[in-house]
């Protein structure tokens, strides 16, 4: 099984700041990586697949980016929707697996 | 705007069997893939397994000796079946629609609303 680590555990930013998440693989998971946004008491929300394709109503400001097991999830200014927690996942061996999530908390 | 729900008990006694339930909405479930999800209280979340209609579920290998996934086209539903339950199978378990598609992968694009499952005497 792959196993995903994220840094930092938590990431504190002020509004209108940009973030940068964290993400890294055990061995090569290639391009195949998606990120997942989830606010308390929701269920997770598909940001990004293939590395850096956005999901259909993922805003432009999130962009990722890296390969074979170093990835990246950068907001570029961050709005007050997107203090949530974000779970990097590798979706190129089954079992698919999640990051501990980093989550991005307002400074 | 497909919808799915979750269905079952949110008190399970240990070495029992969890029964969850998945309805969709708008009967698009033979057109899919579906899967199980789930997040322990405070913890990150962890594939459980998938299902389509014309193909075998694919279930996780750590809990495929005690897991069923099945489909039943004619009523909407998609249903888990987990045996000997403990209680670090505590969690929120999360149905989802495989609808995002690219490059032979498919990703989660709806979800339920998550059914907290709790395993305790």
């Known amino acids: 099984e792959i196993v995903m680590t994220q840094s930092p555990v938590t990431l504190s930013v002020s509004p209108g700041e940009r973030a940068t998440l964290s993400c890294r693989a055990s061995q090569s998971v290639g391009n195949n990586l998606a990120w997942y946004q989830q606010t308390p008491g929701q269920a997770p929300r598909l940001l990004i697949y293939d590395m850096s394709t956005r999901a259909p109503d993922t805003p432009d400001r999130f962009s990722g980016s890296g390969s074979g097991t170093d990835f990246t999830l950068t907001i570029s200014s961050l709005q007050s929707e997107d203090f949530a927690v974000y779970y990097c996942?590798?979706?190129?061996?089954?079992?698919?697996?999640f990051g501990p999530g980093t989550k991005v908390d307002v400074k | 705007q497909v919808q799915l729900q979750e269905s079952g008990p949110g008190l399970v006694k240990p070495s029992e069997t969890l029964s969850l339930t998945c309805t969709v909405s708008?009967?698009?479930?033979?057109?899919?893939?579906w899967s199980w999800i789930r997040q322990p209280p405070g913890k990150a979340l962890e594939w459980i397994g998938f299902i389509r209609f014309d193909r075998n579920p694919t279930y996780n290998p750590s809990l495929s000796s005690r897991l069923t996934i099945s489909l039943e086209t004619s009523k909407n539903q998609f249903s888990l079946n987990l045996r000997s339950m403990s209680a670090a199978d505590t969690a929120v378990y999360y149905c989802?629609?495989?609808?995002?598609?690219?490059?032979?992968?498919?990703?989660?694009?709806?979800w339920g609303q998550g059914a907290l499952v709790t395993v305790s005497s």
């Open positions: 708008d009967g698009s479930i033979g057109d899919s893939y």
């Open positions: 989802a629609r495989l609808g995002r598609c690219s490059l032979g992968h498919c990703h989660p694009d709806h």
């Open positions: 996942q590798q979706h190129d061996k089954w079992p698919r697996t």
